[in-house]
């Protein structure tokens, strides 16, 4: 009963391939987040949901795209991909506005070699 | 640039004692600030907020203290235990649709 899930947990993939990270939440949440941690630690917001429409586009690259075919889901498709984009990313999702309570899920560990 | 910032990236605490995580902003928009605790191969998880209309937060072990001239947050745990060994994200938002601005996070290390 996982509120909030990301597959894959790990992913190690070669420069140049595109790949995709699924979320998943349970919770009834209208807004969900895709955030990056990167190698400095710092977790900062890279797209924001709310009813499935793009509400913050934290000027990411555009080989990110998110796409979010239902209010539970938003996945996020890396095209060509770069040695820059390994990170952790965190899925997460909140009932309203950034205020209320974001709920994260575990992370997809990302290493582009 | 860093809005919020989490000066020191670790603390020792031994069990029992204290702990007492600080956060700064420079951002005197912000009105409303998180903690949040995030375990090894987890996300983070929401422990505790303040709206700027408050000083002061408390829930259980955990009191969140904010000093809106100085632009400082704090979080007091007491007493601290050793699960409580986690690393601690400072974050901060202000009103509309912004979003929150984390800090790098202080890794705490509760010693029993």
């Known amino acids: 009963d996982t509120a909030v899930s990301q597959t894959p947990k790990y992913l190690v993939t070669q420069m140049g391939n595109d790949k995709s990270i699924k979320c998943e939440q349970n919770l009834g949440h209208d807004t969900m987040y895709w955030y990056k941690q990167d190698s400095k630690k710092f977790l900062k917001i890279m797209f924001s949901?709310?009813?499935?429409?793009?509400?913050i586009n934290e000027t990411v690259p555009n080989r990110f795209s998110p796409k979010s075919p239902d209010k539970a889901h938003l996945n996020l498709h890396i095209n060509s991909l770069e040695l820059g984009d390994s990170a952790v990313y965190f899925c997460a999702s909140s009932q309203g506005t950034h205020k209320e309570t974001q709920y994260f899920g575990p992370g997809t560990r990302l290493l582009v070699l | 640039d860093q809005q919020v910032k989490q000066n020191s990236p670790s603390l020792s605490v031994q069990e029992g004692r204290i702990s007492i995580l600080n956060c700064d902003y420079t951002?005197?928009?912000?009105?409303?600030f998180l903690w949040y605790k995030k375990y090894p191969a987890e996300g983070p998880t929401f422990l505790i907020s303040?709206?700027?209309?408050?000083d002061k937060n408390e829930d259980g072990r955990f009191t969140v203290f904010l000093n809106k001239s100085a632009k400082h947050l704090s979080l007091h745990i007491v007493p601290s235990q050793p699960g409580d060994s986690a690393v601690y994200f400072c974050?901060?938002?202000?009103?509309?649709?912004?979003?929150?601005?984390f800090g790098k996070g202080t890794r705490l290390s509760v010693i029993a």
């Open positions: 951002n005197s928009m912000f009105d409303y």
């Open positions: 303040i709206s700027s209309i408050k």
């Open positions: 949901y709310n009813n499935k429409e793009l509400i």
């Open positions: 974050a901060a938002s202000y009103s509309g649709n912004t979003p929150l601005v």
